[in-house]
């Protein structure tokens, strides 16, 4: 079994958001007193919308948050399945922050890969075309066990390309890649059901599997009982 630095554990998904916000928040302050910017990698899907109202609530600074997005699918904006747009309704539109802080993957470009270039840019941009470092990255994990939009027969732990895009049946995906993902100080797992609690236990004994990939240093897991 995979060991990882911490394991968070809660009886209820609204307890496991009161320990997620415990976190955000020392992390927000650690950055205040060190006078620097936090960047925030959101992601997608519907699971984190529970905490994504939440933690609109809290009293923070957003203006010195930078919020980016671990994937998108390459669909309109106003699209009830583009990951922008519930981050909008259930955070964005309910907090202080400035425009410029939001670094949404932008899916009006002509084809995916304008998408996909124009996402790596504006990423190397923001760190100087320096070593990139998230300082926290939010992660999601869907039926089949996939992270971002990274998915059992996509995974490439040398790839070093910040960002990819990959077809699938259902929709066209942009997403951070693996080693960009590792390299954030920190990652953390968001598994707000039972459902998918149990199916990362089952995940983590397949040596295929996303999980075994992850940087487990930087990791935290949000996992109800």
Same mark, same amino acid.
């Given at each position: 079994?995979?060991? @990882? +630095? $911490? %394991? !968070?554990? +809660?009886?209820?998904?609204? &307890? ?8 955000? *928040? ?9 006078? %620097? ?17 939440? /933690?609109?609530?809290? #009293? ?13 699918? =390459? ?13 909008? *309704?259930?955070?964005? #539109?309910?907090?202080?922050?400035? $425009? ?11 084809? !995916? ?13 923001? @760190? ?5 470092? =998230?300082?926290?990255? /939010? ?12 998915? /059992?027969?996509? !995974? ?15 929709? #066209? ?9 590792? %390299? ?6 968001? &598994? ?13 004994? %397949?040596?295929?599997?996303? @999980?075994?990939? &992850?940087?487990?240093?930087?990791? $935290?897991?949000?996992? !109800?009982?």
């Amino acid at each position: 079994m995979a060991k @990882f +630095k $911490k %394991k !968070i554990t +809660k009886n209820s998904e609204k &307890l496991l958001i009161k320990a997620f916000i415990k976190e955000f *928040k020392h992390i927000v302050l650690q950055k205040k007193k060190l006078n %620097k910017r936090l960047s925030f990698v959101l992601a997608g899907g519907s699971s984190p919308l529970n905490l994504y109202k939440q /933690l609109s609530k809290i #009293k923070i600074n957003w203006s010195l948050i930078d919020l980016f997005w671990g994937d998108e699918r =390459f669909v309109s904006k106003k699209s009830n399945n583009s990951n922008f747009k519930l981050v909008q *309704k259930y955070l964005i #539109k309910k907090i202080k922050i400035n $425009k410029q802080n939001i670094y949404a993957i932008n899916t009006s470009k002509k084809n !995916i890969d304008l998408s996909t270039l124009d996402y790596e840019q504006r990423i190397k941009r923001y @760190f100087n075309n320096k070593k990139i470092t =998230f300082d926290l990255i /939010l992660l999601g994990m869907g039926l089949d066990g996939h992270i971002a939009s990274i998915f /059992l027969n996509n !995974i490439n732990p040398k790839n070093n390309k910040i960002v990819s895009h990959v077809v699938k049946k259902d929709f #066209k995906r942009i997403t951070l890649n693996l080693k960009v993902i590792n %390299k954030a100080k920190n990652i953390f797992l968001w &598994l707000n059901n039972r459902n998918k609690s149990n199916i990362y236990k089952k995940n983590i004994y %397949k040596k295929n599997i996303n @999980f075994n990939f &992850l940087n487990k240093k930087n990791m $935290k897991i949000f996992s !109800i009982n």
